[in-house]
């Protein structure tokens, strides 16, 4: 059964960063995406970034281009999300979602979404 649980989340100041872990387990095979998603209550879910546990690929949306980076240890099946220069609007709950086949993943067409984490609360004060 997959399973992903995030961590990391929490409270910081603007300007700030946090570091958010995604660890995966369950998975039958190498070949699968990771993403991170955030959701501000009465808003859609918005994907940020997505890495291929298969060939590192990674994207990013606009909207965190610059100041959020993606990293994953593959000994561990656990990805990052660093959170730099946080903003008041970054507010949300984030989530770690996968998918298998990489291959469709991380371009900028989709991101996965077959499996989700619980989320994790961050909160950045102005």
């Known amino acids: 059964e997959v399973q992903l649980v995030e961590s990391g989340g929490g409270w910081v100041q603007a300007g700030g960063s946090l570091r958010l872990s995604c660890a995966a387990s369950g998975f039958t095979v190498d070949d699968f995406a990771i993403g991170w998603f955030r959701q501000i209550p009465g808003k859609a879910r918005e994907g940020l970034s997505c890495i291929s546990m298969r060939d590192g690929r990674a994207y990013y949306a606009d909207s965190v281009k610059g100041r959020f980076t993606i990293s994953s240890d593959n000994t561990t099946n656990t990805v990052y999300l660093l959170m730099n220069s946080l903003k008041p609007e970054d507010t949300a709950v984030y989530y770690c979602?996968?998918?298998?086949?990489?291959?469709?993943?991380?371009?900028?067409?989709?991101?996965?979404?077959?499996?989700w984490g619980r989320g994790t609360q961050v909160t950045v004060s102005s």
């Open positions: 979602s996968a998918s298998y086949s990489a291959y469709y993943y991380c371009h900028g067409l989709g991101f996965p979404e077959n499996f």
